[in-house]
């Protein structure tokens, strides 16, 4: 089993819609946890980090849930901008150091 | 502030060479990750290095190997390259080893072998 799992899309949605993503880890002692977004053929960016509260910035909610070992991405009102590769990121201990898992990445891609 | 800068920025390299990739790490960052991006996959984490000593390291062989520079700069060193290395290397630098300091990429390099 992946250490960390995502659904790998491609979702295709039409702009204004509502998407979310589902991410799934394996390592109870995860501690940190991350949406980064790729667009294609560039490097990883930073989207948000997810709160076991759950957290909102702007268009994009993030949920943890650690119980079930989940954690969930809600894209509100889509832009074409939005399309994107969007990478589940875990931060799990191994060895004395904190070891950051990527899944494989959801693609979006938003139409007119 | 500087961002994360690597080179280069691609290269072709024939079956069993050796290949240095390079990278300069954000300014005020004293960590840095280095990562394989294979085509339609997530990053794989390689190793990682913190005040110059390996801190870290993934499922890579012993050919896969790394170095820290007193400026934080790091090297990834791959001998023997094989077909399968084929894939975008990234750099990813931070402040501190936490669980919780996010990461900062570099355009990566990527790497083609022939």
């Known amino acids: 089993r992946k250490e960390v799992e995502q659904d790998p899309g491609p979702f295709n949605v039409p702009e204004g819609a509502t998407v979310a993503f589902n991410c799934t880890y394996s390592?109870?002692?995860?501690?940190?946890f991350f949406w980064y977004r790729q667009d294609c053929r560039k490097e990883p960016k930073l989207l948000m980090s997810?709160?076991?509260s759950g957290n909102e910035d702007g268009r994009f909610t993030a949920q943890l849930n650690r119980a079930s070992q989940y954690i969930s991405l809600l894209i509100r009102d889509s832009k074409l901008s939005d399309s994107a590769t969007y990478l589940c990121?875990?931060?799990?201990?191994?060895?004395?150091?904190?070891?950051?898992?990527f899944g494989a990445g959801t693609r979006l891609a938003v139409h007119p | 502030e500087t961002g994360v800068t690597q080179s280069p920025t691609h290269l072709i390299k024939t079956r069993g060479q050796q290949v240095t990739l390079r990278c300069s790490s954000q300014?005020?960052?004293?960590?840095v990750s280095w990562y394989q991006q294979a085509l339609g996959q997530g990053p794989q984490f390689i190793f990682q290095y913190y005040r110059e000593e390996e801190n870290g390291r993934g499922n890579f062989p012993p050919r896969f190997s790394g170095l820290q520079f007193p400026n934080y700069s790091s090297e990834l060193n791959v001998n023997a390259l094989e077909l399968d290395d084929s894939a975008l290397y990234l750099c990813?630098?931070?402040?501190?080893?936490?669980?919780?300091?996010?990461?900062?990429f570099g355009n990566g390099t990527r790497l083609t072998v022939t």
């Open positions: 300014s005020g960052h004293n960590t």
């Open positions: 997810v709160y076991s």
């Open positions: 390592n109870s002692a995860s501690q940190s």
């Open positions: 990121v875990v931060s799990s201990p191994s060895g004395g150091y904190n070891k950051l898992i």
């Open positions: 990813a630098s931070s402040f501190g080893t936490a669980h919780n300091s996010p990461l900062h």
